[in-house]
């Protein structure tokens, strides 16, 4: 009775030490909201919510569907903390708009496909043809001007190609089959599923030079909570790490969360753990070996960008590079 008194004692002392579990359950979380997207390029930020990695840094996130332009202004507002996008808003960026990126999400997301039976088979075949993309000034667009413009093809004002915007993905493939274009840029995975339906690819984002073995896609943060509550961003951040981690290890498990939940538009987990892996999702040993350098990337397409005119405040990309990221501690690898 002695022993059973005194472990009673002891444990009714635990629990009220300060910063015990019981008290660190008790806390409440902060409430945030992130953007999530409904391809398969953005599942770091279901997975890190499923898996309760943003809980486990503190926050109770509420996630909502939001637009590249929505997405912009609520970065630039502070209403979004932080949100993966890509070097379409280096220009904004540059132009003032409160946003820096801060880390890297992953590899590939868009290819250039054809019908099977076009005779189109190199970059060098595009000239003179129509190319369907989304929107003018898109991230598809500013992908096939770089890659065309590379090659020698004048792209930027449809000089030696033509670059028609179609709104929407599957309208971009009915396009190329009723012969109203040659050929489509497009995110997956609807240009990976067009691939199983009479289409093949010229290019891809993930090992296609000028873009070979280089982030396409960016973790990017609100310049005010930067400034205002830097350890918010860091803490999310960490959050993102433990999932593309997770994702890279695990693509069976990471395709069937975003898939059995109906987060996104593909049901065919094939397909779904084929694409993650293309993406190259970072690990944490990948960042310890030094094999992601998010800012030279971010110095290597803002070169690509100066060069074609879309970025003009300076001719030094290290100076626009300057001005577009900010690195973050996480101390988490």
Known sequence: MKKLGLFLLVGVLL????????????????????????SLCGIPTIVAFEQG?????????????????????????GTLPLANWDYAYFP????GLGIKVVDGLHRGCITII???????????DLKGKKIAIEELGGTEHQVTVVWLETNGIKARANEEAELIPYGDGNLEIEAAKKGEVDAVAIWDPIGAQALRQGFRKIFDLHDTEPFAGRYCCFLMASEKVLKEDPEQIASL????HKAQN?????????AHIVI??????VDDVELAVSLIKNYDYPTYKDRKDGTTNVYEDVEYFSQKLIDLGYLTSSKDAKAIAAKLYTEVKTNDY
């Open 246 to 254: 997770f994702i890279n290890e695990n693509p069976e498990k990471a």
């Open 15 to 38: 629990v009220g030490l300060p910063g015990s579990g019981a008290e660190a359950a008790s806390k409440e979380l902060t409430k945030i909201q992130l953007s999530r997207g409904t």
């Open 92 to 95: 904004s960026i540059e132009n």
């Open 53 to 77: 990695y943003f809980a486990e840094e503190g926050y109770d996130v509420e996630l909502i569907i939001a637009d590249g332009e929505t997405r912009k202004l609520g970065l630039n507002s």
């Open 114 to 124: 054809v019908p099977e039976n076009s005779p189109i088979h190199t970059v060098h």
């Open 237 to 240: 951040l960490r959050a993102y």
């Open 260 to 265: 059995d939940k109906k987060y996104i538009n």
